[in-house]
């Protein structure tokens, strides 16, 4: 059983970081696509980054462009997501997702984590 987890949530002014972490146990880590998504109130869930296995492919939606930066580390298992120049439209649920590679649909996803972001 593949077990996804966020953790790194919390409240920042604008203009603040905040680093989100994510865990995945239950396979091989350096099998998995993983990526970051996110969904605000009364709006739908939008990618926000995702990385390739090795971490040598990485894509940003525009709003975040150049202001977050998504890593991992094989040897310990975990991706990272480092969010800079916070924005208020920033705030949304965090959700971490990852799939095999043998797959087009985010087949493991973690709870969330809540990130808000104050002006």
């Known amino acids: 059983q593949v077990q996804v987890m966020e953790s790194g949530g919390g409240l920042v002014q604008a203009g603040g970081a905040l680093n989100l972490s994510c865990t995945a146990s239950?396979?091989?880590?350096?099998?998995?696509?993983m990526g970051w998504f996110r969904q605000a109130p009364g709006k739908e869930r939008e990618v926000v980054s995702c990385?390739?296995?090795?971490?040598?492919?990485?894509r940003y939606s525009d709003s975040v462009k150049d202001r977050f930066t998504i890593s991992r580390d094989n040897a310990k298992k975990t991706l990272n997501l480092q969010m800079n120049s916070l924005k208020p439209e920033d705030t949304a649920i965090y959700y971490c997702?990852?799939?095999?590679?043998?797959?087009?649909?985010?087949?493991?996803w973690g709870q969330g984590t809540q990130v808000t972001v104050s002006s």
């Open positions: 997702a990852a799939r095999h590679c043998s797959t087009v649909t985010w087949e493991y």
């Open positions: 239950g396979t091989t880590f350096d099998d998995l696509t």
């Open positions: 990385i390739s296995r090795s971490g040598s492919g990485i």
